[in-house]
């Protein structure tokens, strides 16, 4: 079974620090795009951050860019979000996604609809 598995979340102050890890399992990830999302309260889940299966190329919302650095660990089959310079409005759900379709190695989509495989997600607090 394909399964993604969040962890690292928790409650930090502002300006602290987090990094989640996802593992997957079930099958190797190494060639496929991954992608963080997160979803606050209220609010319609949005693009973090992704990489390409490669791993050369990174893509960032405007919001985390300079501060979330994504990256793959290929022998672990683990994508990590380092989250630096953490803010109250970055408070949300983390996911963690991938997708079976077909990527060129310097491409990873932004959008949601794009991935197809999920994981649970892990929670981050930031308080102010």
């Known amino acids: 079974q394909v399964q993604l598995v969040e962890s690292g979340g928790g409650l930090v102050q502002a300006g602290g620090s987090l990094r989640l890890s996802c593992a997957a399992s079930g099958r190797t990830f190494s060639s496929n795009p991954m992608g963080w999302f997160r979803q606050a309260p209220g609010k319609e889940r949005e693009f973090v951050a992704s990489?390409?299966?490669?791993?050369?190329?990174?893509y960032y919302a405007d919001s985390v860019k300079g501060r979330f650095t994504i990256s793959r660990d290929y022998a672990k089959n683990t994508v990590l979000l380092q989250m630096n310079g953490l803010r109250p409005e970055d408070t949300a759900i983390y996911y963690c996604?991938?997708?079976?379709?077909?990527?060129?190695?310097?491409?990873?989509?932004?959008?949601?609809?794009?991935?197809?495989?999920w994981g649970q997600g892990t929670q981050v607090t930031v308080s102010a």
């Open positions: 996604a991938s997708t079976r379709a077909v990527y060129s190695g310097s491409d990873s989509p932004t959008s949601s609809l794009e991935y197809d495989i």
């Open positions: 990489i390409s299966w490669s791993g050369v190329f990174a």
